[in-house]
Structures are given as structure tokens and as C-alpha cells.
């Protein structure tokens, strides 16, 4: 073979891989747009945020229900207190035994640092975002129950029945486990969870832990503030006011 | 006189006892169609009672299993002939237990159609996750021994298959144990002592039910089991079923020292209904006592009575299992040490558990697939144990 006819292989061959390129930009192009407008700002949750509560028990009333309500409401729960009904949040009575003290306050996932709900899902479908926030990933739950064993404040409940007229924005499952995501898709909207916007006495503060100029952290640092189960040393993210 | 009608109806019996074991694997399928469809809300149990009945049921098939491979080991890591005429049956009772509790535990999900996501997500400071290692591990293990013992070109590597199963199921029922003992928050759980407990309980239950079944298996060869030999192993059966009951005593007995656990001892072993009912009479008294007397009162002991003394282990076993797991769960989680609470969630109330039908469905059928597994290996391979002349060793 000659050289030139070498060269004019080359060039061929040449312009048939400049022309295949061209074409898959082009084929390619208007998907990876189209993803872009699709998924908006794609930016994660950040680690430097520590989302949490304070939540004031003296202003917290016996008998108020909003909070309760709001929640359903924005999650599309039913609102029905059974057995095997879902129940993010609750509102729980409870009565000193020795000195007889009577206090009302709301109970919900407490979003630990160290959640043990996370460490015993066998698939992490359990999980905390960076920001400090503990999910369950409905996709990757297999219904396993292993972690309402393991919270020690019964913060979660199991879908036992399929579900109609969910929510868009926050996704549930028949056969998964759930609970208080703290409103994530509210908090991505940088709006406050339903709970706290709820609640006509301001009982429930909500806010970034870690920023030092925030009220939550002011006033974590002025007052003082109870972790429930404090012993197990879970350092959850919702603390309570005059316990 | 001819055998023929014998065999005739043997076979018949063969096919019947076969049929009646797929039909309750077959009704354990339909529990799991109606649960899939309905969700769990057809079953008991509900957001305070969250494992019931099919864990009941798998956690003894499980604890068993493991158990079960005792006698394998007597004969293959400690050189006993006796026990090691008996290894093969053993290591079939352990993988068809094993696989039947598994069966349960999986269809129990309430999403077992993402078996595929727990077989590829693991999260490795989950204990179920170990499990998913262990049991599987377990099983090929368990086959590999098998095939170095049925197979003569492979004898040699009997012993190292033997040592390794050994060290294998310890491991397996202490993963078993960990499951509860990582519940710190939960009173019931969250010991040290439940991995221990439970590789004790799993010698008792093992062996029950390998008794069980090898005094089916005599029987339908028209074999007597030399009593030199039904007395070795029901001498271990007691010694298993004491060596267990003073596991539960050490758990029971430790937590009633604590002052923050004395209100939930109290509920088990007193005042708790059906608990403490099931706790002294289903376990203490039916699967404890009275086995022990069976064995060991002077006069008693016999073919029989060592039957008998087995199948109430067995039935103990479901009465601790059913107290440990669904009366752990009734005693209320103490969010607020120190205060009485009340809520619309069940907060400081004994949560109510009724099991229902398909629950025990599922269970059954996990038996049920344990047996036929049995059924059909005994009657197309050899594990009839084959004894020697007896030595005492």
C-alpha cells in the first residue's frame, strides 16, 4: 500500500470520528439542559448547618393539638390515632411521680448526632444528611422494623396500609418505616418545619445550631436546656425548655 | 406374610406426609400474598409491637438451627463416634431449619420484593447486616460439610469443614443474641448476656429437635436406637436444657438488681398476664421441669419419655421466645425516667398485641418448608445414622 493511500484512509477515518462527536453533542446536549432545568441548583446540604429545635415547654399548652395537626396536614397524614396508624409528632402528658409537676410537650424524631435508627438499618436506607437532619430513603426501605426497635423515643411509625392522596413533596410508602423529617422539603425552600410555624405560643424554636448568631444557639446558650435520654449520650438536635 | 403392602403403604404415607407439608408452605405463601397486598394492618402486629409472631417463629428456627450443628460437632471437632454417626442428619436439620426461619424472616418485610437492596446495600454497623453474612455463610458451610462427609474423596477435609462450622455458628447465634443486645434504649434488651444466653438455649433447642426427629426417622425404619446411645444423648439434653434455664435465671436475676429495671421484671414474672403465665408455666414448668423429670427420675428416661421430653423443649422454646420478644416490646419504652407519661401513641401504656392467623400462617409455613426439606433429603440420601458397634468414648 502506498503511502498517499495510507493518508487518505487516515483522513477519512479522520472525519468519520469528528462527525460521530459532533453528532452525540448534539444527541446529548438538550438532555443535559433539560436535566439542568429539571434538578435546578443541585447544591447538597451543608455539614457547616446543624439544623435543631428548642422547644419551650412552659409555653407549650395542655390540650393544644396544633402543632399535631400541622404536621398532618403538611405530610398528608391521616391524622387518625390507632395502633398502627402513623404519628410523626405527639403531644405527650407527663406528671413529675415525686413532686407531681404536670408539664405538656410535643415528642417527635430528636434528629441525633449519633442516631441509632442508623446504625442498625441494615441497607442505610436510614440515613442523616449533612446538615443533621435523619430520613429514611423510601426507596431503600425493606420494612425491616429493626430500627423503631432500636429509637428510644419511639419516633417512628411503619406505613400498614396502602396509601392514597400523598403529598408531592414528601413521599411515603406502604411497607416502610417513617417518621419527622423536620420538614426537609420546607427547610430546602428555606422556610421553618409546619410544627414550628404552627404553633400559636412560639413554643417550638427552630434553626441552625452552629450559627452562633442564630436565636436557637443565643438562646441554647442562655437557658437552660434538656436532652432526652440524655444518659445515652445520642446528642439529639431537639432540646427542651424547663423540663 | 409379605413386605409389600408395608412398603405400599409407607409410600403412600410418604406422599401424604409430603402433600400435608405443601399445603401449609403453600398457606404460609397466601398469608404473605394478603400481607403484601393489605400491608402488615392484616396482621397484629402495629407500630408498638413491631416484630411478632413470624419472629417468633424465625428466631427459633434460627437459634435451632445453629444448635442443631452441637451433635455434628461432638462428633467432628471432638472425635466422638457416636455423635459423628449422627453429623450428616444434623447438618440436614440445620440447613432446612435455616432456611425455613429465614423464609419468614424475609417474607415478613414489609418489603420483601427489595430483597435484591438488602443482598447489595450493606451498612456495616448494622447487625443485621452481619446477619445477612452469617446466615448465608452458614449455609455454605453447612453444605460443604455435608459433601466431606457423604463424599469419600473428600473425608479429608472433614475436620477442617467441622471446625470451621463450629466456629461459624458461635459466631452466627452471638450475631442471633447481638440483634437485641445493641437495643440500649429498651428494657428488655440491650444485656451483654443475651448473645451467651442464646447459643445456650440454641444447645437445647437444637438437640430437642434433632431428638424429635431422629426417634421419627428409628421409628419409620423399623430401628431401635441402642440405649447406651439414648442415654448419652438424653443425659446432654439435660444437662442443655439446666445449662439454659440458668442463662434466663443469670438475665432475669441481674435485671431485677437494677432499681430501673425492677417495674419491668415485675411485669414479666408477675404482673403481666400472659406473660408471666407463659414465662412460668409454658417455659419454666412445661419446658423445663417437666422435661428435666422425664429424663432424669429414676424409672422414666425411656424412648418415650425422651420424646416427650423433646417436644416440650421445643414448645418451651416458643413460650421464652413469645415472652422475650413481644413482652419485651409490651413494656413501654421509658422516654422520661422518672415520670408518669401519657399519649396518643401508647407513651407509658402496655401496648396490646393479638396475633392473627396470617401471622401464624407465615410461621407455619416456615416449619413447614423446614420439613419438607427434611423429609425429602432423608428419603433420597442416606442420613439414617449409621452406629458401630457402641464404645463407650
Not at chain 2, 185 to 191: E, V
Not at chain 2, 311 to 317: R, S, W
Request: glycine content about 8%; some cysteine.
Amino acid at each position: 500500500m502506498s503511502d498517499i493511500d495510507q493518508m487518505s484512509i487516515d483522513r477519512a477515518r479522520r472525519n468519520f470520528l469528528k462527525t460521530s462527536a459532533g453528532a452525540a453533542a448534539l444527541a446529548i446536549a438538550p438532555g443535559m439542559m433539560l436535566f439542568q432545568v429539571a434538578h435546578g441548583d443541585t447544591q447538597g446540604a451543608s455539614d457547616k448547618v446543624r439544623w435543631g429545635m428548642l422547644i419551650d415547654t412552659n409555653q407549650c399548652k395542655e390540650g393544644c393539638n396544633d402543632c399535631v395537626s400541622a404536621c398532618n396536614k403538611e405530610n398528608g397524614l391521616s391524622g387518625k390515632t390507632g395502633p398502627t396508624d402513623s404519628q410523626w409528632i405527639r403531644k405527650i402528658e407527663i406528671k413529675d411521680v415525686s413532686s407531681g409537676r404536670e408539664l405538656s410537650l410535643p415528642m417527635m424524631c430528636q434528629h441525633c448526632e449519633h442516631p441509632p435508627c442508623v446504625d442498625v438499618c441494615p441497607t442505610n436506607a436510614s440515613m442523616k444528611r449533612a446538615d443533621g437532619i435523619v430520613l429514611v430513603d423510601k426507596h431503600r426501605c425493606i420494612g425491616c422494623r429493626y430500627c423503631m426497635m432500636a429509637c428510644p423515643y419511639k419516633a417512628r411509625s411503619f406505613v400498614h396500609e396502602p396509601l392514597t392522596d400523598q403529598n408531592p413533596d414528601v413521599p411515603r410508602g406502604k411497607g416502610t418505616v417513617e417518621a419527622c423529617t423536620l420538614c426537609v422539603h420546607r427547610i430546602d425552600q428555606g422556610l421553618k418545619p409546619a410544627c414550628s410555624e404552627a404553633c400559636p405560643n412560639k413554643a417550638i424554636l427552630f434553626g441552625d445550631l452552629n450559627d452562633a448568631n442564630s436565636e436557637i444557639a443565643q438562646k441554647v446558650r442562655a437557658v437552660a436546656t434538656t436532652q432526652i435520654r440524655a444518659d445515652l449520650r445520642l446528642n439529639p438536635g431537639v432540646r427542651y425548655q424547663g423540663l | 406374610m409379605s413386605s409389600y403392602p408395608r412398603m405400599y403403604f409407607k409410600n403412600r404415607l410418604y406422599w401424604a406426609l409430603l402433600a400435608t407439608g405443601g399445603a401449609v408452605a403453600l398457606a404460609g405463601l397466601y398469608a404473605v400474598h394478603m400481607m403484601e397486598h393489605y400491608g402488615h394492618i392484616i396482621s397484629g402486629m402495629n407500630n408498638q409491637i413491631v416484630w411478632g409472631i413470624p419472629h417468633v417463629f424465625a428466631i427459633f428456627l434460627i437459634v435451632a438451627a445453629s444448635g442443631v450443628l452441637n451433635v455434628a460437632s461432638i462428633g467432628s471437632v471432638f472425635g466422638k463416634a457416636v455423635y459423628k454417626a449422627r453429623a450428616p442428619l444434623a447438618s440436614l436439620l440445620s440447613i432446612a431449619m435455616l432456611a425455613g426461619g429465614l423464609t419468614v424472616l424475609m417474607l415478613d418485610l414489609g418489603r420483601p420484593d427489595r430483597i435484591m437492596v438488602a443482598a447489595t446495600n450493606f451498612n456495616f454497623t448494622s447487625v443485621f447486616a452481619w446477619n445477612v453474612v452469617l446466615y448465608s455463610g452458614m449455609f455454605s458451610l453447612v453444605i460443604v460439610y455435608l459433601w466431606t462427609m457423604m463424599e469419600r474423596r473428600m473425608n479429608p477435609y472433614n475436620k477442617a469443614a467441622g471446625l470451621a462450622v463450629f466456629v461459624w455458628r458461635f459466631v452466627l447465634t452471638t450475631g442471633t443474641g447481638l440483634i437485641f443486645a445493641f437495643l440500649t434504649a429498651r428494657q428488655a434488651y440491650g444485656s451483654a448476656l443475651l448473645p451467651p444466653m442464646f447459643i445456650v438455649l440454641s444447645f437445647a433447642w437444637g438437640l430437642a429437635v434433632f431428638h424429635v426427629v431422629q426417634t421419627v426417622i428409628y421409628l419409620w425404619n423399623e430401628k431401635t436406637l441402642a440405649p447406651e446411645i439414648l442415654n448419652r444423648k438424653k443425659n446432654l439434653l439435660g444437662v442443655f436444657v439446666l445449662g439454659s434455664l440458668y442463662m434466663v435465671a443469670t438475665y432475669h436475676f441481674t435485671n431485677m438488681y437494677f432499681a430501673h429495671q425492677q417495674a419491668f421484671e415485675l411485669f414479666i414474672l408477675r404482673d403481666g398476664g400472659i406473660y408471666p403465665n407463659l414465662f412460668w408455666w409454658g417455659y419454666v414448668v412445661l419446658g423445663n421441669v417437666l422435661p428435666l423429670a422425664l429424663i432424669f427420675m429414676p424409672g422414666l428416661g425411656k424412648s418415650r419419655c425422651v420424646m416427650a421430653a423433646s417436644l416440650l423443649v421445643v414448645l418451651g422454646a416458643f413460650a421464652l421466645l413469645y415472652v422475650f420478644i413481644i413482652g419485651g416490646q409490651a413494656f413501654p419504652l421509658s422516654i422520661f425516667p422518672g415520670y408518669e407519661v401519657s399519649s396518643s401513641f401508647g407513651d407509658g401504656q402496655i401496648a396490646a398485641y393479638t396475633p392473627s392467623l396470617y401471622e401464624f400462617l407465615l410461621g407455619f409455613g416456615g416449619l413447614a418448608i423446614a420439613f419438607i426439606i427434611t423429609t425429602v433429603s432423608v428419603r433420597v440420601l442416606n442420613f439414617m445414622p449409621q452406629d458401630k458397634p457402641y464404645i463407650s468414648d
